[in-house]
């Protein structure tokens, strides 16, 4: 039985119990009222010394009743009524109401709905034009802004273009001046053999080099440019890709699509669908479990510490501010694959991981494991496309594995396994959900920029979530935990919110996102007690007919008496 | 331009090469099986046969252990009546021993609870909760659910103790639902009167089945004589018979509609239901659905081109130059704010007695009050109750 229904049955019973402790003792003092019914004995139990005397005016009609005893017998009455009222109930109420913290619904509502936040990123972008006059780097921003905003194809995504300060003029920025700006345009003019302009991405800091002709400068008064318009479409295709992967975020999610920013939803294709349907959940730290599987005794042990020093190292610190790693490795021999056949087909390659035998998942830490699995085995793959393919898969969401043929040597040196580990390193990445296009301080950036709208759009659809269950289950108990968290998850949704395409935003959206789940997987929330109203009369019934039965019955006589003494 | 050429070469490649394969966009990615028997005792022996011969159906068709959620509540292996110890059979033949060496319960003897079984659903556990023990299924996950046991009208029962409704059954799918938590999940469950359990489920994507309708018993299939206890459930038996013979490996292209509609009355001797209106589409996309969807561990894996996207030393060399960079701007952010900081707070080294501590701070002085007054309490009625013996004397 319920624990809380347990809890009611055990008030009600203590109350019972003390009527009927009461009762039985009236009994036996009016033992002898053999022509009154067992509920009036409760009510017209006469105090001591008057009911045995009673046993033998059996004929007799009883002797008229003396004032002070009806005043008593409805005092009596009145009495258990009175406790039943101010003591019974309220401790009934008390014990058995369900504990439920006041949620602010219609924010979280809101948030699910899209209505708080509207996600529309700024994006600063900084051009340094060292050598164009104040005036003329102002104009070709204005000018620049223009034609981006005639493209507005996401107005989901807003460019802001800025003059970089004077401080910062021609000398080496650090990177950490510009956490807040996407991307830094540096103009340098060109000897007079460049035609047109040309750009290139600097290779580890988001900046990209454009260098002009001189002649393209462009003046105050000029409408338009060759420069500006070569800026905006430069700019444009650089941010293509993160456009269309945000515009699949807020299809996918939960915010209905009239809160949706205009023509988000004709630009997500295929190809893009499925890389987002391929990398894994957000969090903060992952699992790598390296497995080296052999089909024989051979080869038993590898290099694989220095590899991954040396091949995967640097790629896993470059992800440190996004996400954290562990990893752990394996060897395991005589591992028979699911597929035993030499040539292996794209449906082979699908059941190829034995996981019936293979042990793959450590269960090492709460985080989510990404496999990297090297097999050993004189397999090749054929996927009979016409199309040579290497010797290497990616499992969506779950890892990937490279097929190598045994070397003679019991002992896997590191250099055999860089082609594997820079395979893994790339597939971590694309299973990471990192971007594809730009240079690598793009692809950062934007992942940073991507996770932390991703975090807060599972964040909002978790309070809402929550929002409609503790509604639509009113039985359930909300704990104060829990709206803590939703107060907790609201603040920190809001910061990430207002900070929107920084990196703060992404630090206040994973908290928001760990307390809203925290809130809605809080552990005494277990709806797990329906009751159907017949099992309620069934656990009530025997309790309150014995208690109710006199009571009412009480009310019932004392109120005929007191119309017949009016009448 | 060049690196970033090579970088957008995965991209073409992915597009070119995979594409047309895949046309199916919301297509699910992970394979989770709930299986639960719910009855103890060695009378019950078919439904932990019934539970483990489905365990190993989803096994051989490649769901890995940590996707399958086993719930045992008891151990007919280590039965002391049981004639073949350390087996399991669910056939007379006794061909097949379904303990086996390699089987991993996840949930056994008296952990198998309602409270523990929701739980399990709604991912509603503690920290201390292993990974292995829980569902830890996305929106892009299947889940095959498969019940066994003791029931009647809209109740299951767990253990001798509770019992499960079809309400919360219902509430609780409705809670994954609400959080995302499956992408389609196939319901089967093998009891008495099993079609009332799914009746009350009204969460989208639910295809579910059972084995009998409202008033009707779901039946043994055999006993073996020596085990001397039935070994499997009509129901269960004719479903794996099907899975065995039609559904071979992942490549089979038997539909749920076809095992569906193998069940008879013949064979079964109860009405087996099927329920598809939870299903948008309704029956026909339903029965379309691959049995191998949800038995099942497809994998949508993606091979690399040749000339493969691996990151070369170029990048290597890049992403160390980055990690650098960072450390060496977090260095200086560091430095600065050491020098604001360290002007204003001398550095005095301040001698600390550790003090024991209690783990739990809150209403620590309230709960000292209460202790001292229950002491004072006692203290007083044993002063007053010596007194009141001493005066009667």
Known sequence: MSSSLTARGLTDRSTTSEFEAKTTSNNAEGNGDNGITNAAMVTTAQPNGLGPGSTTAKLKSPPPEQQSHIVRRSLIAASFWLLVLCLGIPIWWKTTTIYRANLPLNQMMNWADGKSCSPVFPIRIVIEAPSLTEQEAQSLISITQNALDAMHDFPGHRLRLEAASQTSLGGIIAPHDHENNALIIRLTPGDIATFEPASSPHAHLPIFEITYPPNSKPTPEAKSSQLATYIAAQLRSTFAEEQAILSYFLATSTISSDQQPQGSHNRIDESLSKRMTRSMKYSGTYHLTFSLFTSGSNPSSWDIDSAINQYLRPVLDMLKPIHNFTIDTQVQLYAVPGVQSQVLTKEDLSSFINAAEWPLSPSIGGAPTINFVVYMGNQTIDLYSGEETSQSWLVPQWGSVYLLSPPAATHVPSEFLKQPVLTFASHLLSLLGTPQSGSLPMRLSTLTRVRSVDMLLRASSSLGSLARLSLALPSISIPPSVADGVAKSIHHLELACSNLGSTKSLEHARIAETEAERAFFEKSMVGQLYFPDEHKVAVYLPLLGPVGVPLFTSLVTEFKAWKTRKL | ?393
């Open chain 2, 1 to 393: 331009m060049k690196l970033s050429r090579i970088l957008q070469l995965p991209v073409l490649l992915a597009s070119t090469l995979l594409a047309p394969v895949h046309h199916v966009a919301a297509e699910h990615t992970s394979n989770w099986a709930v299986l639960v028997g719910t009855s103890r005792f060695w009378f019950n022996y078919r439904h932990l046969a019934n539970v483990l011969s489905m365990y190993r159906t989803v096994k051989r068709l490649g769901i890995p252990d940590s996707q399958i959620i086993l719930m045992l509540p008891d151990d007919m292996a280590c039965n002391p009546r049981n004639a073949f110890p350390g087996t399991v059979y669910s056939n007379s033949d006794r061909a097949v021993d379904l303990y086996g060496d390699n089987i991993e319960v996840d949930y056994r003897g008296y952990e198998v609870t309602v409270e523990n079984f929701i739980r399990l659903l709604t991912d509603r556990v503690g920290d201390e909760m292993p990974r292995s023990k829980r569902l830890l299924t996305d929106d892009r996950s299947n889940i095959l659910v498969y019940m066994t046991g003791h029931g009647g009208n809209e109740f299951l029962k767990f253990q001798d103790a509770e019992e499960i409704g079809a309400f919360d059954l219902a509430d609780a799918f409705e809670q994954m639902w609400e959080k995302r938590r499956y992408h389609e999940i196939l319901f089967m469950i093998d009891t008495c009167q099993a079609n009332t359990m799914y009746s009350k489920l009204y969460s989208p994507n639910i295809i579910a089945t059972g084995s009998s309708e409202l008033d009707q018993s779901s039946y043994s299939h055999h006993a073996d004589n020596d085990v001397g206890v039935a070994v499997i459930d009509r129901y269960t038996y004719y479903n794996l018979e099907f899975l065995e013979s039609e559904v071979r490996d992942l490549s089979s292209k038997k539909t749920v509609g076809d095992l569906f509609d193998s069940y008879t009355f013949e064979k079964i001797h109860s009405h087996a239901g099927v329920r598809y209106d939870l299903f948008p589409g309704g029956a026909d996309v339903a029965r379309n659905r691959l049995l191998t969807d949800f038995f099942g561990n497809i994998q949508n894996i993606e091979v690399d081109g040749a000339k493969n996207s691996t990151v070369d030393d170029e990048m290597l060399a890049l992403s160390r130059t980055i990690a650098r960079l960072r450390v060496l701007a977090d260095q200086e952010a560091l430095e600065s704010k050491n020098a604001t900081t360290s002007a204003n707070t001398e550095t005095r080294p301040k001698k600390k007695i550790q003090l024991t501590k209690s783990l739990t701070d809150d209403n620590w002085w309230s709960k000292k009050v209460v202790g001292a007054t229950t002491l004072a309490g006692c203290v007083a009625l044993w002063t007053l109750g010596s007194y009141l013996e001493g005066s009667r004397k």
